[in-house]
Nanobody
């Protein structure tokens, strides 16, 4: 079964940094895109960052939500079946549950989420 497990959330001060991890299993990770979303209380789930693959070797597209451009970096380690989200310059408005997501076999799969709280 496709499974995604996030980790790395926690409490961070404004201006601080945090790295999240998403360990994937149940599919060929290297051949499929991966994305990070977040959802704050009372708000819609929004795209944070994504790596979309057109093939596993030569072509990819990395994109970021407008609110995190220049501060967050998405990356992946195919040997570890893991995606990462490096978050720098954190702001209070970044407080949310962060989810990783992938699309396999016509279905969306989501991790359980990890809480990120940015506060003094």
């Amino acid at each position: 079964q496709v499974q995604l497990v996030e980790s790395g959330g926690g409490l961070v001060q404004p201006g601080g940094s945090l790295s999240l991890s998403c360990v994937a299993s149940g599919y060929t990770f290297s051949r499929v895109g991966i994305a990070w979303y977040r959802q704050a209380p009372g708000k819609e789930r929004e795209l944070v960052a994504a790596i979309a693959l057109t093939d596993p070797v030569r072509e990819s597209l990395t994109l970021y939500g407008d609110s995190v451009k220049g501060r967050f970096t998405i990356s992946r380690d195919n040997a570890k079946n893991t995606a990462y989200l490096r978050m720098n310059g954190l702001k209070s408005e970044d407080t949310a549950v962060y989810f990783c997501m992938t699309h396999v076999g016509g279905l969306d799969y989501w991790g359980q989420g990890t809480q990120v709280t940015v506060s003094s």
